[in-house]
């Protein structure tokens, strides 16, 4: 899968140095959805899976035209394609703990060994870093993950030592670097603060940030109260996602990033970060309410270490992102019950790239050791184009080569 995407993006290299030790290895988080996930059923049902609304038809290794296509193509046969619903959802027990279906097994197409399989979506990227001499699946690698749960609740953390020591050793001893867009970034986060830190010194140089998502998305609470996701990517009421995914509805919202901001309203009521379980149960959405009472950041001592407390990642981390374009943080229903049936309620907007506001944009600030240094917003760059965008491609490139010499500079010099 994949192989006739991987040879063109190999072909264009041009790279002198063939992606040992002259080139820093960059292991890439991606972000929700942008995951390759394998799905088994019972031992009876095999294929691959993406989500149709996250993904551009014209990056699908060919022949596949559509996420269904895609599907089908690695095993997803005609009578089971209505199925797949029921088989990704996640069961929310009692206690607000998430797992899969019974006899449903997901787990990522594989890790760091093959980008365009893994992380199709961010073909445009590679081919940028190509152009500067990495090499896909030997200094560039993907880290996929499943992003239906929260940090620390999948192999991220594991994988990413695992391909990270892989890539050091063939690099010659040379440092990797993180790169992460949007949840990704989140995960990382979660990794390179849980992880070792005597090891992380050792092996990763720095840790560089496209559009991260480090806290609760606000906008996607409604997610909880929607059908969900369809296979028609154009389909008016569906969310990106299943309402029982909890990687990114569980997050809760810290005040801390978005303040006595309002970002729902009821009627005349407003709703705040705080509220953010209220509007849930209120809403009806009963069980990821539980779920997000047990996996919210603000009760993880590795998130609030830089939340509240401002401690730095044990490597240096730099940080690009959009500003300037309109962004929706929440939504103003009409009434409660039936939030689910308000699938037109208005928007509440507030700066940011699109896709994060700024206060989700900016988070790093707080905890990163120079914001001055450490970030650059880039005016009227989208959340998704930024990974393409050629400066904020160019700034990873250069942190990546710099930081491997021991001296990751500012992206403000």
């Known amino acids: 899968m994949g192989l006739a995407l991987a040879a063109g993006l190999a072909a264009c290299s041009g790279s002198p140095d063939s992606g040992t030790s002259l080139t820093p290895p960059i292991i890439f988080a991606p972000g929700l959805g942008m ?25 699908l290794p060919p022949p596949a035209t559509s996420a269904l296509d895609y599907s089908q193509r690695s095993g997803l046969r005609t009578e089971d394609i209505d199925r797949v619903h029921e088989w990704l959802a996640l069961d929310i027990s009692s206690e607000g703990r998430a797992s899969n279906a019974s006899g449903v097994f997901v787990a990522p197409v594989s890790v760091g060994e093959n980008f365009l399989a893994e992380c199709p979506q961010y073909l445009p990227m590679a081919n940028l870093l190509s152009e500067q001499g990495w090499t896909t699946d030997i200094s560039l690698k993907c880290l996929p993950y499943d992003y239906r749960y929260p940090p620390g609740k999948n192999s991220f953390a594991t994988d990413l030592r695992e391909v990270v020591e892989a890539s050091v050793a063939a690099a010659g001893g040379t440092k990797a670097v993180i790169a992460c867009h949007s949840q990704g970034c989140l995960m990382a986060d979660h990794a390179l603060r849980t992880l ?79 509220d953010d379980v209220a509007l849930l149960r209120e809403g009806g959405a009963i069980a990821m309410a539980r779920a997000t009472e047990r996996y919210a950041l603000q009760h993880q001592k590795w998130f609030m270490l830089g939340d509240e407390s401002g401690v730095p990642l044990p490597v240096p981390a730099r940080f690009v992102y959009g500003t300037t374009i309109p ?27 699109g896709g994060d506001s700024a206060w989700m944009n900016e988070a790093p600030a707080r905890w990163t050791d120079d914001p001055k240094c450490d970030m650059q917003g880039l005016p009227g760059v989208t959340h998704m184009a930024i990974v393409t965008d050629a400066d904020a491609v160019g700034l990873l490139a250069t942190v990546a080569r710099a930081g491997a010499a021991g001296d990751v500079p500012c992206l403000n010099p």
Request: negative net charge; charged residues 20%; aromatic residues 12%.
């Open 196 to 274: 070792d830190p005597v090891w992380v010194a050792d092996n990763v140089a720095a840790l560089f940030g496209f559009a991260g998502q480090y806290s609760g998305c606000s906008d996607c609470m409604k997610w909880a109260f929607s059908q969900g996701w369809s296979w028609d990517p154009d389909a008016p009421d569906a969310s990106p996602v299943d309402p029982t995914w909890v990687g990114q509805m569980a997050l809760g919202l810290q005040s801390s990033v978005y303040g006595d901001n309002v970002l729902y309203m009821i009627g005349d009521r407003k709703i705040r970060a705080v």
């Open 327 to 353: 962004t929706t943080v929440g939504y103003a229903f009409e009434a409660v019950p039936d939030i689910g049936d308000q699938p037109d309620a208005p928007a509440i907007e507030t700066d940011g790239d």
């Open 35 to 59: 995951s390759a996930l394998a799905i088994e059923v019972d031992g009876n049902a095999s294929f691959t899976f993406l989500v149709p609304t996250m993904t551009s038809p014209e990056l």
